[in-house]
């Protein structure tokens, strides 16, 4: 699908990621890889978003990027320093599946839940590229399927998404209702003066591991992610990663309305795509909470969101 920004240079040794083909352009038999989805929902936003120009606008975004890497991040061996592994990123297949046509409503969800289900059937790892945040329920549910029960889930986000009634702040609780066990779900970055009273003891109560912003200072993303990862993947089920955008510091996400000053760093979020997209359990990552719109003065939450979808598949690479 091309979404490809006029003026690019060319440079035959520099190949630019993104234009991943439909998967009925890629070869009978040959499997894909990684599949984008993108669901553009807004409707619901509790903050008026046109989140629904952000997939066409991440899969422009890629377009800036190379598909290669340098190194294995974090397991190289030391005697590979002076030599890192080069990992070229177009030696996967990575197909895109297209957009859901008016995601926003029970019926839209339902359209959801299919093409996800198709893509995860297609391929290892499903990217879906939200869209507000109430995208991750039929996201996660999508590729789920009947594994509900042993299925865990990890949230990088400021909030906690276990408001009332459906919208952008309400997908765990969703989750939780349509029968998934709390007890595997990690959320990561929760914001102190970003959440109340009421839905903190909520998190509590449904027994949610919640590793608060200020955690992070303490202990390194590569670490928090381990420890998240274990817990979700604890019954052996498939794990779905909401990274959120929102849970980065405002400086870095300028896009995302619901952003707080003093959120992780672009490169934290970077690492968890990457540790997402390696392990074998996660099948599905959702990018959501991007207004395409907002994003002055120089589109850096978007290209953010594209370089998140590379990371993810950077780590499938090394699975
Ligand atoms: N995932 C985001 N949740 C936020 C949304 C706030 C907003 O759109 O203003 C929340 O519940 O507060």
Known sequence: ?????????????????????????????????????????????????????????????????????????????????????IIDLEELTVADFGNVSDPDSPAGEARTIALMADAAKASELV?????????TVAAALGVWGSDLETAGLITLDAHYDLRDGVSNGSPVRRLIEAGMNPERIVQIGIQDFANSASYARRAQEFGITVIHRDD????????????????AGSAGGPIHVDLDVDVCDRAVAPACPASVPGGISAFELRQAARAAGKHSQVHSIDLAEIDATMDTPDGRTIRLAALCVLEAVAGLSQR
Do not use: C, F
């Open 127 to 135: 990217i879906a590229l939200g869209g507000d945040n109430s995208i």
């Open 216 to 231: 992070l200072e303490r202990r390194s993303m590569a670490e928090v992610m381990a420890e998240a990862l274990s817990i």
């Open 1 to 85: 699908m091309s979404n490809k920004p006029a003026g690019l240079s060319h440079d035959a040794l520099w190949p630019r990621a993104g234009g991943w083909p439909a998967p009925d352009e890629i070869a009978p038999g040959k499997r894909i890889d990684a599949a984008l989805v993108g669901i553009p929902a807004s409707q619901t936003s509790l903050s008026a978003t046109n989140a629904h120009e952000t997939p066409d606008a991440i899969r422009a975004a890629l377009y800036r990027y190379s598909p290669a890497l340098m190194q294995d991040r974090g397991v190289l061996d030391k005697n590979l320093r002076n030599d890192p592994a």
